[in-house]
């Protein structure tokens, strides 16, 4: 997806991958041709080496900072085990005399990893066979053991092309603050409710760093627009750039802060006799009118909204912009903010199949007699209200300035007439 013209297949130069390492952490590096990547304990790679190469495949780092192809994914597979039934390691304790081999002597075969003089390989065999219990395990106990080792002392490294589903998995493992605890299967959730599909036009309240924009244009694919809009004076989209979008792909993201929304915009020629101010003044208003022009049309497809502002607030503001038949989708990391605005939903006639559910995902191991769920899942899915919005009577729309806060406004005085009516 970058600009420079090369396949979405292979690794390009100036563009960000998306690093899964030994340990199964991961990290977000920028790939310049002379540049070279450091992945921490397990050494550095030229980004030469591994610019047009294919995305997914195994790299294994070897001397003199060189990565080169690795055949194979992993050094020692645990997957297809043939276990003794009756086998048990209930007589092996462990304990610190059990390995043989010393601190600095491990360190130092590291450091010899490190400079290409063994491999990691060979570490991994050399700390096993130096093991006093290595050889009265059962042997699914020892894949486990090696499988270890390898998370630890291995060198084989793959790249993928940056996704918001990766993202999305990077910042809950490394930051989940910063994207409000969103996992992916929530972020699934909430595109299948929105029915984010090629060609529709969505409106975004993304708080979440640009993560909730991303996945709604990639959902989109080459057709249909997103109008966003964030809070402050400036955008604050960090987990755009990671994406590696084509400049088409920016011209169909419009955004537009709040504050522009309520107020009238003014001409900057108004406020200002330099030359290059004006310009870019100019620009920054043309940018906000367009994206005003968009959001006054209305007939969106969907509002999504992940925000740490009260939903009910940005629903009344919001929500007559939704075209009939369109979907809310509105996320939360906890439950409370929530209630309020479904009450609203449920009690307003223009909105119907008012829902609020939380999503529970657990990830299972799936292997030969050791089928289970894994101890460490995440529990908390954050939870989702959605709906669908109907029009009995459609209101037409004049494309007024201040149509956005007129519509809020007649939408919470129909609910007040309900309200007194009923």
Same mark, same amino acid.
């Given at each position: 997806?970058?600009?420079?013209?090369?396949?979405?297949?292979?690794?390009?130069?100036?563009?960000?991958?998306?690093?899964?390492?030994?340990?199964?952490?991961?990290?977000?590096?920028?790939?310049?041709? !002379?540049?070279?990547?450091?992945?921490?304990? %397990?050494?550095? =790679? +030229?980004?030469?080496?591994?610019?047009?190469?294919?995305?997914?495949?195994?790299?294994?780092?070897?001397?003199?900072?060189?990565?080169? =192809?690795?055949? +194979?994914?992993?050094? &020692?597979?645990?997957?297809?085990?043939?276990?003794?039934?009756?086998?048990?390691?209930?007589?092996?304790?462990?304990?610190?005399?059990?390995?043989?081999?010393?601190?600095?002597?491990?360190?130092?075969?590291?450091?010899?990893?490190?400079?290409?003089?063994?491999?990691?390989?060979?570490?991994?065999?050399?700390?096993?066979?130096?093991?006093?219990? &290595?050889?009265?395990?059962?042997?699914?106990?020892?894949?486990? @053991?090696?499988?270890?080792?390898?998370?630890? &002392?291995?060198?084989? =490294?793959?790249?993928?092309?940056?996704?918001?589903?990766?993202?999305?998995?990077?910042?809950?493992?490394?930051?989940?603050?910063?994207?409000? !605890?969103?996992?992916?299967?929530?972020?699934?959730?909430?595109?299948?409710?929105?029915?984010?599909?090629?060609?529709?036009? /969505?409106?975004?309240? !993304?708080?979440?760093?640009?993560?909730?924009?991303?996945?709604?244009?990639?959902?989109?694919?080459?057709?249909?627009?997103?109008?966003?809009?964030?809070?402050?004076?400036?955008?604050?989209?960090?987990?755009?750039? @990671?994406?590696?979008?084509?400049?088409?792909?920016? !011209?169909?993201?419009?955004?537009?802060?709040?504050?522009?929304?309520?107020?009238?915009?003014?001409?900057?020629?108004?406020?200002?006799?330099?030359?290059?101010?004006?310009?870019? +003044?100019?620009?920054?208003?043309?940018?906000? $009118?367009?994206?005003?022009?968009?959001?006054?049309?209305?007939?969106?497809?969907?509002?999504?909204?992940?925000?740490?502002?009260?939903?009910?607030?940005?629903?009344?503001?919001?929500?007559?912009?939704?075209?009939?038949?369109?979907?809310?989708? /509105?996320?939360?990391?906890?439950?409370?903010?929530?209630?309020?605005?479904?009450?609203?939903?449920?009690?307003?006639?223009? %909105?119907?199949?008012?829902?609020?559910?939380?999503? &529970?995902?657990r990830e299972y191991q799936a292997k030969p007699g050791r089928f289970h769920p894994?101890?460490?899942?995440?529990g908390n899915s954050g939870w989702l209200l959605t709906a669908i919005r109907v029009?009995?009577?459609?209101?037409?729309?004049?494309?007024?300035?201040?149509?956005?806060?007129?519509?809020?406004?007649?939408?919470?005085?129909?609910?007040?007439? $309900?309200?007194?009516?009923?």
């Open positions: 997806m970058a600009d420079d013209g090369s396949s979405n297949e292979t690794v390009g130069p100036d563009k960000w991958v998306y690093i899964e390492m030994p340990s199964g952490n991961s990290k977000l590096a920028f790939l310049k041709t !002379d540049s070279v990547i450091k992945l921490g304990k %397990f050494g550095s =790679f +030229r980004a030469s080496d591994v610019i047009g190469k294919p995305y997914g495949l195994p790299y294994e780092i070897v001397e003199n900072d060189r990565a080169c =192809f690795a055949g +194979r994914g992993s050094l &020692f597979d645990d997957f297809e085990v043939d276990e003794d039934p009756d086998a048990s390691n209930k007589e092996i304790f462990a304990t610190r005399d059990a390995q043989k081999l010393s601190n600095a002597e491990i360190q130092q075969m590291k450091n010899e990893t490190l400079e290409g003089k063994i491999s990691s390989e060979t570490l991994i065999q050399r700390v096993a066979e130096n093991n006093a219990t &290595f050889e009265r395990k059962t042997q699914f106990s020892k894949a486990k @053991y090696l499988k270890r080792k390898e998370q630890k &002392f291995g060198k084989i =490294f793959r790249l993928f092309d940056p996704t918001p589903s990766l993202l999305c998995q990077y910042y809950l493992d490394m930051n989940p603050s910063k994207t409000k !605890d969103l996992r992916p299967d929530s972020l699934s959730q909430m595109l299948s409710f929105g029915n984010v599909r090629s060609g529709a036009n /969505v409106a975004v309240v !993304d708080e979440i760093g640009g993560l909730l924009i991303g996945a709604v244009m990639e959902r989109l694919g080459s057709r249909g627009t997103v109008c966003a809009i964030y809070d402050g004076d400036t955008e604050s989209y960090e987990c755009l750039p @990671y994406l590696n979008w084509k400049q088409k792909d920016r !011209d169909r993201l419009h955004t537009l802060p709040w504050n522009r929304i309520l107020t009238n915009l003014t001409d900057p020629h108004a406020s200002s006799h330099k030359i290059e101010r004006v310009k870019r +003044r100019n620009e920054r208003y043309q940018a906000y $009118q367009s994206a005003r022009r968009i959001l006054e049309e209305g007939g969106f497809d969907c509002l999504i909204t992940a925000s740490q502002y009260s939903p009910s607030s940005i629903i009344q503001s919001l929500s007559h912009l939704i075209r009939g038949s369109g979907n809310l989708v /509105v996320y939360s990391g906890y439950k409370e903010p929530l209630p309020p605005a479904y009450s609203d939903l449920r009690s307003d006639t223009n %909105f119907v199949n008012v829902q609020l559910t939380e999503t &529970f995902t894994l101890m460490n899942t995440n029009v009995s009577k459609p209101r037409p729309m004049n494309g007024s300035s201040s149509n956005v806060v007129e519509g809020a406004d007649h939408e919470q005085t129909h609910r007040k007439r $309900q309200r007194t009516d009923s």
